[in-house]
């Protein structure tokens, strides 16, 4: 089977969901450690913010598990954005300090584009 070098990704809008589901759920863990500390501190007084962030979190988090786990590269068959404990591909994008599965995430959300961490076969969504 060929495949262009640069392809769509079939089931972008599923892989674009994703991505901002593990954003949603990067931004309200943060929100529920600030305001966790804020409590701890005794300056909020209301855990409104504390409790719902948690939740939230959650929510995007399973979100996250279930479209991660459905979503396969159409090269190699493998996940994206599951990174596991094997060795990357050595062609995958990464950052000093993130795993490639994030940088996977992040590029979708900021560049529309990725690279499969597992066979290093870009695409575009």
């Known amino acids: 089977m060929c495949l262009r070098i640069n392809q769509k ?3 972008l ?3 674009k969901i994703n991505a901002w589901f593990v954003i949603a759920s990067w931004v309200f863990i ?3 450690l600030v305001f966790l500390i804020l409590g701890l501190a005794n300056i909020l ?3 409104f913010v504390l409790v719902n962030s948690i939740y939230l979190f959650m929510f995007f ?3 996250h598990i279930i ?3 459905c979503l396969k590269c159409p090269n190699c068959v493998k996940r994206p954005t599951v990174q596991g404990i094997k060795p990357v591909h050595p062609s995958a994008d990464t950052k000093t300090g993130i795993n490639a599965w ?3 995430i992040l590029n979708i959300v ?3 584009k990725f690279k499969c961490i597992h066979c290093g076969r870009k695409y575009h969504v």
Do not use: C, D, Q
Request: hydrophobic fraction near 40%; charge should be positive; aromatic fraction near 12%.
């Open 61 to 63: 988090a399973f979100g």
């Open 9 to 11: 990704y079939p089931r």
């Open 30 to 32: 943060i929100t529920f």
């Open 67 to 69: 479209l991660g786990t």
């Open 45 to 47: 007084k209301n855990e």
């Open 102 to 104: 994030s940088v996977v």
């Open 110 to 112: 900021s560049k529309g």
């Open 13 to 15: 809008l599923l892989m």
